[in-house]
């Protein structure tokens, strides 16, 4: 069972049992995805599998350093990985279940 079908599972059904280690987990991913431009990355890759720092760049109009520094905590948290190709990094989603998660966040209405 994947995370965020764990949540709604839970949330749907309380007279279950709550395991703490897979809300830990869930906590754990939704802190790290828990600020807008990270939230545009995941929808960016979800629909393009793969980008590079520019590309990402120009479509969110964003500075090349923060960007820069969100890819990097997200690859460190197991939400990105990273292909280096000469001087370019191609950043694509490491779990894509992370899609999931943006997904029941705009079917609750939350974007």
């Known amino acids: 069972m994947n995370i965020c079908s764990y949540i709604c599972i839970k949330f749907i059904r309380m007279e279950e049992k709550v395991d703490i280690l897979k809300m830990d987990e869930a906590a754990y991913t939704l802190k790290a995805i828990s600020n807008g431009t990270r939230l545009c990355v995941i929808s960016l890759l979800a ?10 760049g120009e479509q969110l109009q964003c500075e090349q350093s923060l960007l820069s520094h969100h890819l990097t905590d997200m690859r ?4 990105l990985n990273c292909r280096r190709d000469g001087k370019n990094c191609y950043y694509s989603l490491k779990n894509k279940q992370i899609i999931q998660i943006i997904e029941c966040i705009r079917i609750c209405n939350c974007v």
Not at 47 to 56: M, Y
Request: aromatic share 0%; proline share 0%; no cysteine.
């Open 47 to 56: 629909e393009q599998e793969e980008l590079n720092v520019s590309q990402l």
């Open 76 to 79: 460190a948290k197991g939400i």
